[in-house]
């Protein structure tokens, strides 16, 4: 993990990172986490890894019920390393399994049970506590951070791109995909996100529009951002 650190004091800080698939979340949240020496959460690789578990488990992922009962038995464990953040189910690594096509398909009726939102939003706000209390600021990554796992965060950024820019982007990121099934796929995910309450903006949010920059000039810009919150954060302790 980097050890730069263009801030005062970003430690102890929670940066919350919501937005739509596609837009940029993941790679700006690492490289931001990477460059302040943070910790970073992908909590859309949890969600992955219930619904690979499900799927590994002969679950049929579109019976809510049956998802609700098996929720709490897998063992899901985040790796926070911004540099090479990892998943691990039942004690097993499954970062290669939970970006399978049979989990791109599955995973949204998986993320949408009430049972599962209450047992990975309360294993995300574990893991920001235990980085808090070891006095290290991280930065989460994912749908609701904002609203639902830490509406406290001292930053929170709502990242968003054009249709057109998010389907190329994830087509790439899967190998050279057809992007407007890609496309057709994400406007799906909205469209469940919206319905089920998973795609909220959180209040007092900065919008990132990504579409027009730069991965780096993103990166650059929530790292502007994390200095002016902590040095407002600090003027406000001082009060």
Do not use: C, F
């Amino acid at each position: 993990m980097s050890s730069s650190n263009p801030t005062s004091d970003p430690a102890r800080i929670v940066i919350a990172v919501d937005g739509t698939s596609g837009s940029g979340k993941s790679s700006t949240s690492r490289g931001v986490a990477d460059r302040l020496g943070m910790r970073y959460l992908d909590t859309g690789a949890m969600y992955r890894a219930m619904t690979w578990w499900m799927l590994s488990n002969d679950i049929d992922v579109h019976d809510a019920d049956a998802v609700a009962a098996a929720t709490g038995k897998p063992v899901i464990t985040s790796g926070t390393d911004p540099l090479g953040p990892t998943i691990a189910l039942d004690g097993a690594d499954v970062s290669v399994e939970i970006r399978s096509d049979r989990v791109n398909a599955a995973v949204s009726p998986v993320a949408t049970v009430p049972e599962v939102r209450a047992r990975l939003i309360a294993l995300q706000k574990q893991e920001i506590e235990q980085a808090l209390a070891a006095g290290n600021g991280i930065v989460v990554e994912g749908r609701d951070i904002g609203t639902a796992v830490w509406p406290e965060a001292e930053l929170k950024l709502y990242v968003t791109a054009d249709p057109a820019a998010r389907a190329a982007r994830r087509a790439a990121e899967e190998g050279g995909t057809d992007a407007e099934a890609v496309r057709a796929s994400l406007e799906n995910r909205d469209k469940i996100d919206s319905t089920k309450g998973g795609a909220a903006v959180p209040e007092g949010a900065t919008h990132l529009d990504t579409t027009p920059y730069t991965l780096e000039e993103v990166i650059e810009s929530v790292v502007e951002l994390v200095e002016t919150t902590v040095r407002a954060t600090a003027e406000k302790a001082g009060e």
